[in-house]
């Protein structure tokens, strides 16, 4: 009972403060503007922390530190390190300043809007918008279900009920005050993620009943052995063809996600970028990294026989061993632990949401069938639009259709892949055109449906996001280039890059 009280208490506090912010937060909204984009007055350390807390969330925590962990052991370590210098550093270096000088110059809330602006298609911009919010919903569905296995561990209430009142907290303190209460909130939960992440790994891996850190890898050097594993699990330096393609999915994906590029559009100014690259950094290298080590630890305390609920269950459980031992301190920790993967996932949930919501808004409404649609209404719709693709995610993790990494891996493929060639080419050479773009759209959505169709026949979910991503990057210039020689000019005549 006082272990419940504990945990209870402390997410009690941290909901509290989450509708508190959006409530004060709520009288700075006056347009569809300030909602998206909280002003555009993002200083580098909120910018850099609003970049990290929705990259890691309950997927990375739960499904890829017990699932991926389990099957490469150590070696799984190098997705968290891909994660930081690919996914945080030279995304921030590559994409943050040309982003933010040309979405300004050329007016553009969206990414959609970008592509329109950019290569002069509307249909592009209409294209954009569709593959966002149909594609996000997965993603936002995974998160979910990460959230709900913890907690049904920690708390010992149902994942539904979980995966329902989250979905209506995120509701209210996102409709209320936007990107800017998201922002907030992601500052000091990304303060609270470092430090509990920090004290938690530090705790599985020299737990004496283990025999610390030594005798984790003995236990898994025997278990490598005795399973003939193709990977060393007891080795960082031990690579698969499959695990080169969970790294290029989860680092290289996040260059095509637009609730990433959003981060550098948003940011005060182009003078913070270098800071921002170097805090996100950081922050990756111990969320990803320690979440990865950790996750290894798993088959070390499950001597490894995985849980009665598979891989997705094995970080719930080895916390719970851990943790549930030491008394108040350890419910205290417990506690701090389910609030700072709350935290990243409802910072990730928010930032789904508030892209896929502003796209259908401004993309498909105001762009198509409500151009008229001005002012509170505007921003009504909007804040309606939030809570339906909230209530949509929600009743896709209900459904329990897929497991966690493929939800996201799919997720990931579809958006990262149409996107990542049309927008990097786009913001770095004139030469790319509307073709190109099209090209990058139906291969990155055709090879993704393709993946979830035949299933593994055809390739694990994460190899068809790496494909996607890969592939956009080689398609969409290649058809670009085709498009400029038959017409005999080196640029066709859309609009260029500022």
């Known amino acids: 009972m006082t272990a419940t009280i504990i945990r209870t208490t402390i997410l ?6 989450m509708i508190a912010i959006g409530i004060i937060t709520r009288k700075k909204i006056k347009n569809e503007k300030d909602f998206i984009l909280g002003g555009g007055g ?40 891909g994660n930081a210098i690919i996914g945080s550093l030279l995304a921030w270096i590559v994409l943050a300043k040309r982003t933010h000088q040309q979405m300004h110059a050329m007016d553009a809330s969206t990414m959609p809007e970008y592509f329109e602006k950019r290569f002069g298609s509307k249909m592009l911009r209409t294209i954009s918008a569709v593959i966002i919010f149909l594609f996000l919903i997965p993603y936002s569905a995974s998160v979910y279900s990460g959230l709900g296995l ?9 994942p539904a009920i979980l995966i329902i009142s989250m979905g209506v907290l995120t509701a209210i303190y996102l409709t209320l005050g936007g990107y800017l209460a998201t922002a907030i909130n992601d500052f000091v939960q990304g303060i609270i993620m470092l430090a509990g992440i920090t004290i938690v790994v530090t705790l599985v891996v020299t737990n004496p009943d283990i025999g610390g850190i030594a005798g984790g890898m003995t236990e898994l050097a025997r278990q490598s052995a005795a399973e003939g594993n193709i990977v060393a699990l007891n080795s960082p330096f031990s690579f698969s063809f499959n695990l080169i393609c969970l790294i290029i999915m ?138 339906v693709f909230l209530a949509i995610s929600v009743a896709f993790a209900l459904k329990k259709v897929d497991a966690i990494v493929n939800l ?56 068809i996001g790496a494909f996607a991503i890969v592939g956009s990057l080689i398609i969409s210039p290649l058809v670009s280039m085709l498009a400029n020689k038959l017409q005999g000019k080196p640029i066709l005549g859309e609009k260029q890059a500022a």
């Open 150 to 158: 913890l907690f049904q561990q920690v708390f010992g209430i149902s």
């Open 250 to 387: 989860t680092s290289l994906g996040t260059w095509g996600l637009p609730q990433m590029a959003h981060k550098f559009h948003a940011i005060k100014s182009v003078n913070g970028i270098k800071q921002a690259a170097i805090i996100s950094t950081f922050f990756a290298l111990v969320i990803g990294g320690g979440s990865y080590f950790m996750g290894t630890f798993g088959r070390v305390y499950m001597e490894g026989v995985k849980p009665a609920g598979g891989s997705e269950a094995v970080v719930p459980t080895m916390l719970q061993q851990v943790l549930g031992s030491m008394g108040t301190w350890g419910n205290i920790l417990f506690g701090v632990i389910a609030v700072v993967v709350l935290s990243a996932s409802m910072s990730t949930l928010a930032s789904l949401v508030l892209t896929s919501s502003s796209s259908a808004t401004l993309d498909l409404l105001k762009n198509g069938v409500a151009p008229k649609l001005e002012g509170k209404k505007l921003l009504l719709v909007m804040r309606s639009l939030c809570v």
């Open 408 to 463: 996201m891996s799919y997720s990931w493929g579809a958006v990262a892949g149409a996107f990542i060639g049309p927008y990097l080419f786009g913001l770095y050479w004139k030469g790319m055109n509307k073709y190109g773009v099209y090209a990058g759209f139906i291969y990155g959505v055709g090879i993704t449906l393709l993946g979830i169709i035949l299933g593994k026949s055809f390739a694990p979910a994460p190899n």
């Open 42 to 81: 993002m200083g580098s350390w909120m910018s850099a922390f609003a970049y990290g807390t929705t990259y890691f969330s309950a997927v990375v925590f739960i499904g890829y530190g017990g699932s991926v962990s389990w099957q490469y052991g150590l070696s799984s370590i190098w997705i968290g390190i």
């Open 12 to 17: 009690a506090l941290f909901i509290i403060f």
